[in-house]
């Protein structure tokens, strides 16, 4: 582990002047700290400025902090994924071991945090391997449930898919129903919805398994309709190179997405806007800081940070 930060040598490129404003005068890439295997689900804790994430091949979370630096949160997390918030601070977590949505239960302090099974099933069936979260206004958990955590040991517990497919779930906690949002995306992995609710963004990242160069690499956009239902699918964006595992919405609506080699960032109407280069292959990101303008990248090892003229959309 190291917990010094670390200036990486700027590369932002603007292509639409649109962007011009987004990065603030003399911005800098910072690497925070170091010694993950994977990480991902980057989550920011505003009661203690702090990130928590995952290091899912090391079956633990991470916590960063400017005051404490890099320290093991937790052990032996049953390979946590993606994380998010509920309206009442708990903390949502996708979790591949144990093939479910789990919530952490906090009071006073995180340290005596309950956790418990949200929704593990769908019609008796065991889910594949939750990936990434997110809530809606009206409290709906909506996840993505692709097979990364069951295809081998390595980030879960390998095992047969007892739904034959992959799905974007919504779960209502109110009524505890799950309902099927879409079985149109081929393996469902980040996802995010724009500023207003009224589109559901979530990318397809199928060319992951696949050897041969096949498979997507694309976020698709659903509009929601009645709230509840996803409608009008249509490719958004094709993420080159890598994938868009993961990404996130400012509050103008613009779509931050990983790619192989750097967070890019996407106008609604699809066109490209910027793109900043970051030296490790990038798997997620999330807003955070005490002005909400702090955009912190999870690249593989290593947890980084820049400050941008935006924030995020929640
Ligand atoms: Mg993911």
Known sequence: MSDSICTIETDIAVYDVRAEGLFPAGVTLERLCTGAIWGEGPVWIHEDSSVLWSDIPNNRMLRWSDRD?????????????????????????????????????????????????????????????????????????????????????????????????????????????????????????????????????????????????????????????????????????????????????DRQGWILTSSADSVQVYHPDGSRLARIGVPEKVANLTFGGSDGDELYICASSSLYRIRLNTRGAT
Not at 103 to 127: H, M, Q, S, W, Y
Not at 169 to 184: C, H, I, M, N, Q
Not at 187 to 201: Q, T
Request: glycine share 10%; charged share 25%.
């Open 69 to 249: 630096g890099m320290t093991v949160w937790r052990d032996n997390v049953e390979f946590t994924n993606g994380h998010t918030r509920e309206h009442d601070g708990s903390i949502l977590h996708c979790s591949h071991g144990q093939r479910a949505i789990v919530r952490t239960r906090f009071g006073a302090n995180l340290e005596n945090a309950i956790d418990e099974t949200v929704v593990d099933r769908f019609e008796g069936k065991r889910l594949n391997s939750p990936n990434d979260i997110v809530v809606k206004r009206d409290g709906t958990i909506w996840f993505s449930d692709p097979p990364y955590g069951i295809v081998s040991d390595r980030e879960g517990h390998m095992a047969e898919s007892e739904l034959g497919d992959n799905y974007v779930f919504r779960y209502d906690p109110s009524t505890g129903e799950l309902k099927v949002a879409t079985d149109l995306v081929e393996e469902p992995n980040g996802l995010a919805f724009s500023p207003d609710e009224s589109v559901l963004y979530v990318s397809d990242t199928s060319a992951a398994l696949q050897v041969d160069g096949g498979g997507h690499h694309h976020i698709v956009a659903f509009d929601v309709v009645n709230d509840r239902e996803l409608a009008n699918p249509r490719v958004f964006a094709v993420i080159e190179p890598g994938l868009a595992d993961g990404f996130r919405v």
